[in-house]
């Protein structure tokens, strides 16, 4: 009967055109990924989402939700039996660790942030060589222009995009006509990690400002939210105002690839059911758009 149940939630959940939060962290639906991943979309977890816990235990998550690829944090605690944190100054026993754990649990990390770089090449190129060891192609920052000539060099050399991020304002790159002015005269690169969520609350239009962007854009912190403005918070993808559906097919017209992190900032200690939600309907909205 539990194996009847199960299988007859999953249906449900696969053929409703968005789920609504029923979903149980216990019962992760079944979702096929098949066509973001055509598309070179990467869908993984910030692990930033379940900071609360560690690192090991945010790859648990992810895994158990059917997500593939994470995005690390500088900080978060590797896992409950091993001191340090996630980041350049790990130990190479503490890097081995986080490997087998990311193979074992069949997650890749496709970025890193957000995280302080800076125009000091030795300090800079210590998180790159870092970033390098994981496979990671992104690193998502906050770092101002005099870095630039610097962290320009670092990327063509590692083959390693860097991310400028924008938290809401009046942080430094709210406004995407800041990034597109930082960017300008540079390579490939640099870019932008387009935070959804954080244009929302700045009193942006997601879409308008994907469109500014367009072709500058190397990672995404992807999130829904419950209204615009301060005060609002993560929902999920699809149950919000961000209107999901046109950033995705924002995306498919700019023809983007690269991470796309669930950065789910609510509900912290139980956000992984509605993190799971936020999978199930990205790849239901994808697999449409994508047709």
Same mark, same amino acid.
């Given at each position: 009967?539990?194996? @009847?149940?199960?299988l007859? @939630?999953?249906?449900?959940? %696969? $053929?409703?055109? *968005?789920?609504?939060p ?10 096929d $990924? $098949? ?7 990467? @869908?993984?977890?910030q692990? &930033? ?17 059917? *997500?593939? &690829?994470?995005?690390? &944090? ?5 896992? #409950?039996?091993?001191e ?10 503490? %890097? #081995?660790?986080?490997?087998? #754990?990311l193979? /074992?649990?069949?997650v ?10 800076s125009k000091?090449?030795?300090?800079s190129?210590k ?8 496979? %990671?192609?992104?690193i998502?920052? =906050? ?12 990327? !063509? =050399?590692?083959? %390693?995009?860097?991310g400028l991020?924008?938290?809401p ?10 990034v597109? /002015?930082?960017?300008?005269?540079? $390579?490939?690169?640099i870019?932008?990690?387009?935070d959804t969520?954080?244009?929302?609350? /700045? ?6 400002? *994907?469109k500014?962007?367009?072709?500058r854009?190397?990672s ?7 209204k /615009? ?9 699809g149950?919000?105002? !961000? ?6 097919a ?5 023809k ?7 950065e &789910? =900032? ?5 956000? @992984? ?9 990205f790849h #239901? ?7």
């Open positions: 009967m539990r194996l @009847l149940l199960t007859g @939630l999953l249906v449900t959940l %696969i $053929s409703s055109p *968005l789920v609504t029923n979903l149980t962290a216990q019962e992760p639906a079944k979702v $990924s $098949s066509a973001a991943e055509k598309a070179g979309w990467k @869908l993984g977890t692990t &930033y989402t379940f900071n609360r816990f560690t690192f090991f235990e945010a790859i648990d998550k992810a895994a158990s939700v059917g *997500l593939k &690829y994470a995005e690390a &944090y500088p900080g978060q605690k590797i896992s #409950k039996d091993m340090g944190s996630m980041g350049p100054d790990m130990t190479a026993d503490q %890097i #081995k660790a986080a490997k087998d #754990k193979q /074992s649990a069949g890749k990390l496709t970025a890193f942030g957000v995280v302080g770089l000091d090449e030795a300090a190129r998180t790159f060589e870092w970033c390098k060891t994981f496979g %990671i192609e992104v998502n920052t =906050e770092v101002h222009e005099d870095a630039f000539d610097v962290l320009e060099k670092l990327a !063509a =050399e590692y083959k %390693i995009k860097v991020h924008n938290h304002n009046p942080s430094y790159y709210w406004n995407p006509d800041k597109l /002015s930082a960017c300008e005269g540079r $390579s490939k690169w870019g932008a990690c387009a969520g954080h244009w929302l609350r /700045s009193g942006l239009n997601p879409v308008e400002c *994907l500014k962007l367009e072709g854009i190397v995404f912190h992807f999130k829904d939210l419950n /615009s403005g301060q005060g609002a918070h993560d929902v999920p993808w149950t919000g105002v !961000a209107d999901v559906p046109a950033i995705i924002e995306m498919k017209r700019q983007f690839a690269g991470p796309i992190s669930v &789910y =900032e609510h509900n912290w200690l139980e956000s @992984l059911p509605e993190v799971g939600q936020c999978v199930v309907n #239901k909205i994808a697999a449409e758009t994508l047709k």
